[in-house]
């Protein structure tokens, strides 16, 4: 099971993970493994892009290729250098 914190100011969600390993013999081995993830938002992983020299060709919101909107779980983006737009 996991436990989660996320805090709005460093978007940043701190989970901590609890795992049970189960074996044959009987024996049950407890470990916990902490994590952070940084949350980065549509807007500001564009602008990194941007910042970094790429553009934004298409955007898709999962491996379907479907439209990448608010609701979408993935971000899924093609970009390209600045060096290779067509002129």
């Known amino acids: 099971y996991d436990t989660e914190r996320y805090d709005p100011v460093r978007q940043v969600d701190d989970s901590i993970y609890q795992y049970e390993l189960h074996r044959a013999d009987g024996q049950v ?3 916990s493994r902490d994590l952070a ?3 980065t938002f549509p807007n ?3 602008l990194m892009m941007e910042e ?3 553009r934004v060709t298409e955007r898709y919101g999962d491996y379907e290729r479907s439209p990448f909107d608010r609701r979408s779980f993935l971000y899924l983006w093609v970009a ?3 060096n290779d737009r067509a002129s």
């Open 37 to 39: 993830w940084q949350m």
């Open 80 to 82: 390209e250098g600045a």
């Open 52 to 54: 970094a020299g790429l």
């Open 29 to 31: 081995e407890r470990f």
């Open 44 to 46: 500001e992983l564009e």
